[in-house]
C-alpha cells in the first residue's frame, strides 16, 4: 500500500470515527434527565409557562430528538457548534477562551511528568532489584494510588495553607492585579500547584513504561553480546537500549496530549483554575448541551488527529506497518 493510500485511508477511518463518537455522545447527553431550562433559567415553581415555553423553542427542545440530531451534524459540517445555553453566546468561543488555561496546565504537567519519568525509570533500570530501584518503584506506585484530587487536596493544606509558599486557588491575584509580564508570573505562580498534582500523577505511567521496556532491554541478546565483547556499560545504555526505550513513552505522551484538551477536570475544580475541565463540570450540572457537545467533540477530533498522525510516522519509519494496514 503506497503513502497516499494509506493516508486516505487513516484520514477515511478517522473521519467515520469522528461521526461515530460524536453521535453516541449527543445521544447520551440529550437522553440524560433534567431540563436545562430549569438549571439555566431558575427554579421551575418560579418560571411561567410563558417563559419556559420560550426558552423550550429558542433553544430547539421542542423538537423530536432525531431532528435535533440531525441539525447537530449538519451544522457541525458547516463549522458551527452552536450557542449556548448558559453563556448565550457561539460555543467556539466560550472553549476558545478556557483551551489556553487548561493547555498550559496539562501539557506542562505532562511534559514534565514524560521528562521526570523518563529519567527517573531509566535510573530504576540501572539499579534493578537494588535499594534505588525499590524505593522509586514504591514512591511512583504511591502517587499512582492516591485520588488526584486527594493529592491536591493534601498539596494545597502543606503548600498553601500551612506553609503559605503558593495560593490555593484561582487564575491571578484579583486584590493586585498586574500587568504585562508580572501578569503572567503571576499566572504561573497560582498554577504551581496544580502542576505539580497533575506532574505527579501523571508520572507513575511514564516510570513504568520506560523501567519496564529497559529492564526488558537489557535482557535480550544483543545487550549481552555487547557486554561479551567488551563494551562499556554506560555506552551500552545510553547508545543502544535507551534508543529501543523511548519509543514508548513517546507514544504514550503524544496520546496523553490528545486528551490535553479534557483538562483535569477534578483537579482544576479543586484549585478553581477557570480551563476546560472546570467548564465540563459546570455544563454538566447545569445542562448545557451545546457546550458539553462542543468539548466532547474537541476532544474527539484532537484525539483522532493525533492517532493518525502517530499512524502516520510509524509507517513512515516501518514500511512494515503500511503494508498491513
Keep these: 500500500m503506497g503513502l497516499a493510500s494509506y493516508v486516505a485511508k487513516r484520514v477515511l477511518e478517522g473521519f467515520f470515527t469522528v461521526i461515530i463518537a460524536v453521535s453516541i455522545i449527543f445521544f447520551l447527553v440529550n437522553l440524560a434527565p433534567g431540563n436545562p431550562i430549569y438549571f439555566i433559567a431558575g427554579d421551575p415553581v418560579f418560571l411561567s409557562p410563558a417563559v419556559v415555553e420560550y ?8 423538537k423530536p430528538l432525531y431532528e435535533r440530531y440531525f441539525i447537530y451534524i449538519s ?83 502543606t503548600f498553601g495553607v500551612h506553609l503559605r509558599l503558593f495560593p490555593v486557588a484561582g487564575l491571578m491575584d484579583l486584590r493586585n492585579p498586574k500587568t ?9 505562580y497560582h498554577a504551581f500547584l496544580p502542576v505539580l498534582t497533575l506532574t505527579l500523577i501523571l508520572l507513575p505511567a511514564y516510570f513504568k513504561t520506560v523501567r519496564d521496556s529497559a529492564v526488558q532491554q537489557l535482557g535480550e541478546d544483543y545487550v549481552l553480546t555487547l557486554r561479551a565483547v567488551g563494551m562499556d556499560e554506560r555506552r ?29 477536570a477534578l483537579i482544576e475544580n479543586v484549585f478553581g483554575w477557570p480551563g476546560m475541565g472546570r467548564l465540563l463540570l459546570d455544563s454538566i450540572r447545569e445542562r448545557d448541551y451545546p457546550v458539553l457537545m ?16 502517530l499512524d502516520l510516522i510509524y509507517g513512515i519509519l516501518d514500511p512494515r506497518i503500511k503494508s498491513r494496514g
Excluded at 55 to 62: A, E, I, N, Q, S
Excluded at 180 to 188: H, P, Q, R
Excluded at 294 to 309: E, H, P, Q
Design 55 to 62: 426558552y423550550t423553542k429558542l433553544w430547539g427542545l421542542d
Design 75 to 157: 451544522n457541525l459540517f458547516r463549522g458551527e457548534l452552536g450557542n449556548s445555553y448558559r453563556f448565550g453566546g457561539p460555543v467556539a468561543q466560550v472553549i476558545m477562551e478556557r483551551i489556553p488555561l487548561t493547555l498550559s496546565l496539562t501539557i506542562t504537567s505532562n511534559i514534565l511528568a514524560f521528562i521526570i519519568g523518563t529519567f527517573m525509570g531509566l535510573r530504576a533500570a540501572r539499579s534493578f532489584g537494588k535499594g534505588l530501584d525499590s524505593a522509586l518503584t514504591v514512591t511512583t506506585f504511591f502517587f499512582n494510588s492516591i485520588p488526584g484530587f486527594f493529592l491536591g487536596i493534601l498539596l494545597m493544606l
Design 180 to 188: 504585562g509580564i508580572m501578569l503572567y508570573l503571576d499566572i504561573a
Design 236 to 264: 551500552i545504555f545510553n547508545k543502544h537500549v535507551f534508543r529501543n526505550v523511548i519509543l514508548p513513552p513517546i507514544t504514550l505522551l503524544a496520546i496523553r496530549l490528545g486528551f490535553s484538551l479534557a483538562g483535569a
Design 294 to 309: 462542543g468539548i466532547y467533540f474537541t476532544i474527539v477530533v484532537t484525539i483522532v488527529v493525533i492517532s493518525i498522525i
